[in-house]
DNA sequence: CTTGGCACTCGGTTCGACCGAGTGCCAGAG
DNA sequence: CTCTGGCACTCGGTCGAACCGAGTGCCAAG
């Protein structure tokens, strides 16, 4: 059942021809291409192997062959080398993501960074709050009965929500909500924060208790039960760069791309930054992508992930090149965040 | 040269038939179903005239008749009547909208509300800096030599930035700088922000000054010479509904809609709320939405304009239909807004 | 001014022929 | 047992001819 050096060999210039031509390849063209020092004739009867093991597969009878799924795995675990980023790109990336004022800025110049350099479309997930810290809490009066509370994280992340009073709020309650809120949690994971903001309750003096039970209903279930996840995209344009690639229509995948929920699910279950994954094909969780590949890796600073990163393209992708440059760019942007 | 009462008919009808059956409509097809009260054959001498006039075109010698953006442009202009919203759709608004706990929550579920009821590509701007006054600025210590600054307006709008100091700052002189800009600006329109900054700078007491002079470079920077205008998409999937309305691919069109610079010349030049704009085509001035048409509106609180939203769509769209979803979606974001 | 008639144009479709890339199989050589 | 050259076969893509039909413009008559 093991396939050769030689198939494997085939298998290789097959997924590299095919991705860079996008077009099936027949057994002649591969011998002139490739140095593979055998005829047509053999490379045909490897194919026929290949083929019956499902690795690649013919469009119809007098075609060329293309690679499956299963055959796009294969060439990933085992047949592809790193390559390198040049080091016009390395400049690229180094340039491009330096003098970004804020986390916003962080965020969408690597978005488009990542873009740009793979070609595809990419996904950046804000610094996950349930993995990020509280550095501040900021109470703002907006109206007689609404505070504006405002989450500021370790990671850079500002969140906002209104709180609404049953009754008028006096100056002096904000003032001790305040402290209050912030001594009981500044420097507490948001994930571990639940116990402290009902501790907070008990806790807090008589007169600030009704204003804390209506506030820490809030800060429980933004922070804490539902905290919400950002993720921003770019290069929506270069799915149209070869028509061929998806069945008909580009409209399923910008569909898919359009629901937070499915981005995240695609690049925001990530444990330690570094952990590269593919998902090829129908190997993929959702329905509309399953005539794309997804390549994601988590981002964060030392060893803990903050959020994922990563870039979709059709299954025919370039994917030494475009996994090298996800590694980089998410290494980057971990030792800019790191940093600030 | 003035077309008499019929031909204008004719044009509506030309206009209503192309952009539900999306097939250039020919004289026997337009008598067949309205009630012009005449023959095909009187109808042709009239799209003859239309034609010469420039406000219907032949895609080629054999076929029906097309619109054009003057064709179009004559018809918003005159011919086409209110389409009052359904009790099902103004339902679905109130549904959608209330119950929006923040900004981002109104601004999120906005735009999606109106990319699904215009079945169109849907553009929100955020509550315009420039149009906002200052309700709270933050400084919140982050490091020895930096401090994280969060602007709260008047709209519920939240933006932060990095200021980086030269040299260690002390607890009390954040403090003094937080009331010092807290009470010269809080209440103040941004847009007249600067000479209250310059101002601030000569009225702080003398050891806070050399900080001050750091913080108010940074806060006219970032309030008053390029305040940052947030925009957001959905609905680009129905970009693809009709591949006929774009010549050849929607990539131009996707690619102009990564530009942020783009999408506010096209939805962000308003005045007052209600007054609605509509762009037929070539009167578009970016030249990738040359084949598109946008229809966009100011919203706001009372009689000034906040931000602008809008759709865009081939220019072969519903334009009653999508322009009073369009009016009746920003005034209830603006009512709800002017609540907060 | 309107109308019916008529010749004309031209895009779209269908059909058949043909070409060529590519395959599978087989027999013979190494 | 493996590789190779030869050969028949398949089948998608292209080209051209024929044809159909929608739609027009023009004209003469009402």
Redesign the interface.
């Known amino acids: 059942m093991s396939l050769d050096e030689r198939k494997l060999e085939v298998l290789r210039a097959i997924v590299g021809d095919y991705v860079s031509t996008e077009e099936p390849v027949g057994s002649r063209a591969l011998a002139e291409r490739h140095q593979l020092g055998v005829s047509p004739a053999t490379i045909r009867n490897d194919m026929a192997v290949l083929e019956e093991e499902g690795y690649i597969t013919q469009p119809h009878t007098s075609a060329g062959r293309v690679p499956t799924d299963k055959g796009y795995r294969l060439f990933v675990d085992r047949l592809s080398t790193v390559k390198p980023l040049s080091p016009a790109e390395k400049r690229a990336i180094s340039q491009f993501l330096d003098g970004a ?4 800025d962080v965020v969408n110049r690597t978005v488009r960074l990542l873009a740009q350099l793979t070609r595809q479309v990419a996904v950046v997930q804000y610094p996950s709050l349930s993995r990020s810290s509280v ?2 809490l ?1 109470l ?1 009066p ?2 007689a009965q ?1 505070i ?1 509370l ?1 989450l ?1 994280t ?1 990671t ?1 992340r ?1 969140e ?3 709180v609404e009073f049953p009754a008028e709020i006096a100056d002096e309650t904000v003032t001790g909500l305040r402290s209050a809120v912030n001594s009981a949690l500044v420097g507490r994971p948001l994930a571990e924060a639940a116990d402290q903001i009902e501790e907070l309750l008990e806790q807090v003096a008589a007169p600030l208790r009704p204003w804390m039970s209506t506030l820490s209903t809030v800060l429980l279930e933004t922070l804490v039960e539902k905290p ?1 996840e950002r993720i921003v995209l ?4 270069n ?3 070869s ?1 061929l690639d998806f069945p008909g ?3 399923p995948v ?2 898919a791309l ?1 629901e937070q929920m499915v981005l995240l699910r695609l690049i925001g279950e990530v444990e330690s930054p570094s952990m590269l994954r593919v998902r090829i094909g129908g190997e993929n969780p959702v329905e509309n992508l399953r005539s794309t590949s997804v390549v994601s890796v988590g981002y964060g600073t030392g060893a803990n992930a903050l959020a994922g990163l990563g870039v979709l393209g059709p299954t025919r992708m370039d994917y030494p090149g475009t996994i090298s440059a996800v590694r980089a760019v998410a290494r980057y942007v971990g030792d800019l965040l790191a940093g ?1």
Do not use: F, Y
């Open positions: 004022v804020d986390l916003d550095r501040h900021e703002v907006v109206a609404r504006l405002v500021i370790d850079g500002v906002q929500r209104m919400e770019a290069g929506t344009a799915l149209t760069r028509a229509t580009i409209r910008l569909e359009e600030s």
